[in-house]
């Protein structure tokens, strides 16, 4: 069962993603607006696992992954790199931002494509895709003595070789003021056959956190629990950071078994992000009212251990920000303007009439 998965299990699902209309079509029955997507040229990179396309039936799911018409269209605030990320590019791969802590985009690719992807300006694009082997993001680690925290993201790092994850995860251990490493990945939930005993190793003997992405609580099969029990049965600690989907997560009732269904499988909820403006994502944005009114209610109601933090990434490089109420945020006409951690303003696209 479980822990007879294998290389050749998850090498097959990359190998045989969907990545076509034809393809898709062999899983669901496709909708105008989808229909239109593939009729008019998808913006942004598209593939899903047979894995994950096999639960495309759950509505939920299937509009985070399939494109539809509406994602061609950009609206007012929004942009193609909302965090300001290239700004604080520090070499190819390395995004400095906060002091302590480097956000490290080892890869391009990823096994499925979310389509509010943050940095759907790059992942999947076949220039990018094979990076490394990152001498300069060694070198410049090596030299700066604050960072302590190493977050392994991309793309998503899970889909690289044993052998290229391993090396990476040494490599930034040899370096003694790195304390804390992490790798964000969907893998669990998307390709959760990737979570073979070999890599929980690897995980294990570097000491590497994982930062999850989870949704939804359909994404919380057994082939997941499995997975997550695997990590958990080596130690591995986890986290996940949930993404503020409007029509698919934005009530109590799902956040609440989305975190508890976590919690059962030893993941700590961790962030509730707010959904960047990311070009073609206004489908997908809540009001921040909403958010605020949400963790409003799970904390007047739900186990603290399952509560994440709400928090909205400063457009344009501000940083995180944690949100509990009204007393960091205002609004100004059609935007939100929110106070960072160094008291600075930032403004967030966010329509009156889009219902709180
Ligand atoms: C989110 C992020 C991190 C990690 O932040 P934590 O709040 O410590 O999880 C680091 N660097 C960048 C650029 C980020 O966006």
């Given at each position: 069962?479980?822990?007879?998965?294998?290389?050749?299990?998850w090498k097959?699902?990359?190998a045989?993603?969907?990545t076509?209309?034809?393809q898709?079509?062999?899983?669901?029955r496709?909708e105008?607006?989808e229909?239109?997507?593939?009729?008019a040229?998808?913006?942004?990179?598209?593939?899903?696992t047979?894995?994950?396309?096999?639960?495309?039936?759950?509505?939920?799911?299937r509009?985070?992954?399939?494109?539809?018409?509406?994602?061609?269209?950009?609206?007012?605030?929004?942009?193609?790199d909302?965090?300001?990320?290239?700004?604080?590019?520090?070499?190819?791969?390395l995004?400095?931002?906060?002091?302590?802590?480097?956000?490290?985009?080892?890869t391009?690719?990823?096994?499925?494509?979310?389509?509010?992807c943050?940095?759907?300006?790059?992942?999947?694009?076949?220039?990018a895709?094979?990076?490394?082997?990152?001498?300069?993001?060694?070198r410049y680690?090596?030299?700066?003595?604050?960072?302590?925290d190493?977050?392994?993201?991309?793309?998503?790092?899970?889909?690289?070789?044993?052998?290229?994850?391993?090396?990476?995860?040494?490599?930034l251990?040899?370096?003694?003021?790195?304390?804390?490493?992490?790798?964000?990945?969907?893998?669990?939930?998307?390709l959760?056959?990737?979570?073979?005993e070999?890599?929980c190793?690897?995980?294990?003997?570097?000491?590497?956190?994982l930062?999850?992405?989870f949704?939804h609580?359909?994404?919380?099969a057994?082939?997941?629990?499995?997975?997550?029990?695997?990590l958990?049965?080596?130690g591995?600690?986890?986290?996940?950071?949930t993404?503020?989907l409007?029509?698919?997560?934005?009530?109590?009732?799902?956040?609440?078994?989305?975190?508890?269904g976590?919690?059962?499988?030893?993941v700590?909820?961790?962030?509730?992000?707010?959904?960047?403006?990311?070009?073609g994502?206004?489908?997908?944005r809540t009001?921040?009212?909403?958010?605020?009114?949400?963790?409003?209610?799970?904390?007047?109601?739900?186990?603290g251990?399952?509560?994440?933090?709400?928090?909205?990434?400063?457009p344009?490089?501000?940083?995180?920000?944690?949100?509990?109420?009204?007393?960091q945020?205002?609004?100004?006409?059609?935007?939100?303007v929110?106070?960072?951690?160094?008291?600075?303003?930032?403004?967030?696209?966010?329509?009156?009439?889009?219902?709180?």
């Open positions: 069962m479980a822990s007879e998965a294998s290389d050749l299990d097959w699902q990359i045989n993603r969907i076509t209309r034809h898709l079509e062999e899983h669901i496709l105008e607006e229909r239109a997507a593939f009729d040229g998808i913006p942004f990179s598209f593939a899903i047979p894995y994950y396309a096999a639960r495309l039936v759950h509505p939920a799911l509009r985070t992954v399939v494109p539809t018409i509406r994602e061609g269209k950009a609206m007012t605030g929004e942009l193609a909302p965090l300001g990320e290239e700004n604080h590019r520090v070499t190819p791969e995004i400095h931002t906060y002091p302590d802590k480097v956000l490290f985009l080892a391009t690719f990823c096994s499925t494509y979310c389509r509010y943050t940095r759907s300006r790059m992942v999947g694009k076949p220039t895709a094979a990076r490394g082997p990152y001498e300069d993001t060694f680690i090596e030299e700066h003595e604050s960072i302590r190493v977050l392994v993201s991309g793309g998503d790092p899970l889909v690289m070789t044993d052998a290229v994850i391993d090396g990476l995860l040494g490599r251990r040899s370096i003694p003021h790195v304390r804390t490493i992490r790798i964000g990945s969907k893998v669990p939930a998307v959760p056959m990737r979570i073979t070999e890599l190793a690897i995980l294990r003997r570097h000491q590497a956190w930062s999850l992405h949704i609580p359909a994404e919380l057994p082939e997941t629990r499995d997975a997550c029990r695997r958990s049965d080596h591995i600690g986890m986290v996940s950071q993404v503020l409007k029509g698919v997560n934005d009530d109590v009732e799902t956040l609440t078994d989305l975190f508890y976590l919690l059962e499988i030893n700590k909820p961790y962030y509730l992000l707010q959904c960047d403006p990311v070009k994502s206004a489908h997908f009001a921040v009212g909403k958010g605020i009114e949400l963790i409003r209610a799970l904390h007047g109601r739900i186990s251990l399952a509560i994440p933090q709400y928090v909205i990434d400063a344009g490089g501000g940083g995180k920000v944690p949100l509990l109420g009204n007393e945020i205002r609004r100004d006409g059609e935007e939100i929110i106070i960072n951690h160094e008291g600075k303003e930032f403004r967030y696209p966010d329509p009156t009439g889009s219902g709180a």
